[in-house]
């Protein structure tokens, strides 16, 4: 697999991690932990002493209006918030790739629909490549530019 000319073969760990951000489907088993801290973890010690740091976390806040829960540890979010928080922390991160396993599990209806159109808007208008598994061909079919289908793996 090659991102941007680069082999991810033989990279280290941090070099991935200019090049994908990942967000998972389960939440991590940390709790008390306020929303800014959550996505300042998108990205390295040094970068939070930048001028421009707070500015693209403010940015990010306000493009996923995550405003209102700002005040809230992550054990007090819904499920789509908490996944529209981890979204955030990716952006943060600043890769040109965005990998997320199933980001719709355990989401009602409307915050499945607001998580999609979410991810299609991040790959349309951020020049990412926004990847995602999913069992769910109904919003694979409606929202995704590109589909794979895969029966099995051997």
Not at 20 to 31: C, Y
Not at 51 to 73: A, D, T
Not at 120 to 125: G, K, L, S, T
Request: glycine fraction near 4%.
């Amino acid at each position: 697999i090659s991102i941007q000319g680069n082999t991810l073969l033989g990279l280290q760990p941090i070099e991935i991690a200019k090049l994908i951000s990942v967000v998972f489907t389960q939440r991590p088993a940390v709790n008390g932990i306020d929303i800014i801290t959550l996505l300042e973890m998108g990205t390295y010690p040094h970068q939070k002493e930048s001028s421009s740091f707070q500015e693209k976390i403010n940015k990010i806040i306000g493009e996923l209006q995550l405003e209102h829960l700002l005040s809230k540890s992550i054990e007090n979010l819904s499920d789509g918030e908490f996944q529209k928080v981890m979204i955030g922390r990716a952006l943060v991160q600043e890769t040109p790739v965005i990998l997320l396993d199933e980001p719709t599990a355990f989401l009602d209806y409307v915050a499945k629909e607001e998580v999609m159109s979410l991810l299609r808007d991040i790959a349309h208008n951020s020049n990412k490549l926004v990847l995602f598994s999913s069992h769910d061909l109904t919003l694979v079919e409606k929202y995704a530019d590109e589909k794979w289908i895969l029966d099995s793996i051997s």
